[in-house]
């Protein structure tokens, strides 16, 4: 079965810095991974998905890059902003159940 | 605009009372999900549907029900047969299918926050 893993927690930073968000999954035979961003009592919002035959993905200051062999993928986020602030969740597709997801990353960034 | 609208948004429940929360999706997705949020947790998969008057169980099925009579709506009943139900609840649907653009590609409602008294 599936399990996906995020890793810190919980990730404060000052405004500014580049940062790295961690996700890792048990396996690695997966049609694609996406990353997804959750403000405080609010829905979802996808922010980058990466099909298995690709190795990143990029948007504005998000840079997602996914490491299928190794089960293991990284959210990028450069110039840090107060309003990146928020929890950050890694999803896996595979086999032919819907998505499993992370417990995410809540991020804070101090201005 | 195209998107989820779930609702309510705040729902309080007494002991032993059935609950349905509503989803409606003018996206013209085939799929749609429902997903449990507990603090400090992930999304758990409670049901999903792939398609009109088919439904599939999640992870956590027990005590929920489901129906799916139209494409546009996948309500949820939160039975007293679930014996913790306070939860954030999200709705979510998509394309079906693999490597299909767009496929999988999730789409979430703005979530309906369940408190039992």
């Known amino acids: 079965k599936q399990e996906v893993t995020q890793i810190p927690a919980a990730l404060s930073v000052p405004e500014g810095e580049n940062l790295v968000l961690n996700c890792s999954f048990t396996d690695s035979a997966i049609y694609n991974l996406q990353w997804f961003r959750q403000d405080p009592g609010k829905g979802l919002t996808s922010l980058l998905l990466?099909?298995?035959?690709?190795r990143e993905q990029t948007s504005g200051r998000l840079n997602a890059s996914l490491d299928k062999s190794s089960g293991r993928s990284t959210l990028y986020i450069a110039a840090s902003q107060p309003g990146d602030s928020a929890t950050y969740l890694c999803?896996?597709?595979?086999?032919?159940?819907?998505?499993?997801f992370g417990k995410g990353t809540r991020l804070s960034v101090i201005a | 605009d195209g998107g989820i609208t779930q609702s309510p948004k705040y729902l309080f429940r007494k002991e032993g009372q059935n609950v349905t929360l509503s989803c409606e999706q003018n996206l013209n997705h085939d799929a749609m999900y429902w997903y449990r949020q507990d603090p400090g947790q992930g999304l758990r998969l409670i049901y999903y549907?792939?398609?009109?008057?088919?439904?599939q169980k999640g992870d956590i099925a027990e005590g929920y029900s489901v129906s799916r009579e139209k494409k546009e709506s996948f309500p949820l009943t939160v039975t007293s047969a679930q014996k913790n139900p306070t939860a954030f609840y999200l709705c979510?649907?998509?394309?079906?299918?693999?490597?299909?653009?767009?496929?999988?590609?999730?789409?979430f409602g703005a979530g309906s926050r369940l408190t039992v008294l």
């Open positions: 549907s792939q398609i009109v008057n088919d439904f």
């Open positions: 979510a649907s998509s394309i079906p299918g693999f490597f299909k653009s767009g496929a999988n590609v999730l789409t």
């Open positions: 999803a896996v597709h595979s086999g032919n159940t819907p998505l499993v």
């Open positions: 990466i099909q298995s035959s690709q």
